[in-house]
């Protein structure tokens, strides 16, 4: 509903449940388009993140963290993650940021994301997966209210 009323096409395709990016890539090899990773994290702060790279990314939290300028970063605790997107463990995606009625959490997405025509996310479950273009994932981002920024990530494992 909620990206239908941003003129936002959608196709979303049920599958087993996935917990892991290793699973999801097993399962949902086949559904066209970029496939992501999305860590909820906590910085020393007390301000929450929700990082939204491609699958295989490497990332390092010491090194993002530096790239961020927020000091070390921890992952958020279950209830903080359901409180927040409203999802559990094994469902974190950016369509959780609609429950985010505080805008409490800060968004930063990879920016060779923007190199697919579509990706996909779960759509606040784990058992299904919803692919929409890169164009329209930064209209859902605008339209969220949370503050989001597109960046290069720095950092891989070296």
């Known amino acids: ?9 959608a196709k979303t395709y049920e ?6 990016v290793q699973q999801a890539e097993k399962i949902c090899s086949e559904i ?4 992501v990773k999305n860590l909820f ?5 007390g301000r929450f993140w929700l990082v939204v790279a491609k699958n295989d990314t490497k990332i390092d939290l010491k090194k993002l963290a530096k790239q961020l300028s927020v000091g070390r970063f921890s992952f958020g605790k279950v209830q903080e993650l359901l409180h927040y997107l409203g999802v559990t463990s094994g469902g974190v995606t950016p369509f959780g940021l609609i429950n985010d009625v505080e805008h409490a959490v800060n968004v930063v997405v990879e920016k060779a994301l923007f190199d ?4 996909n996310f779960h759509p606040l479950t784990n058992d299904a997966t ?3 273009s890169s164009d329209d ?3 859902f981002l605008q339209s969220c209210g949370n503050k989001f920024e597109i960046i290069v990530f720095n950092v891989g494992v070296e």
């Open 1 to 9: 509903m909620y990206l239908r009323d941003l003129d936002i096409a």
């Open 15 to 20: 599958h087993e449940v996935v917990y892991t």
């Open 32 to 35: 066209p388009g970029g496939h």
């Open 41 to 45: 994290l906590k910085d020393k702060n």
């Open 116 to 119: 697919f025509d579509l990706l």
């Open 130 to 132: 919803t692919a929409i």
């Open 137 to 139: 994932f930064e209209k």
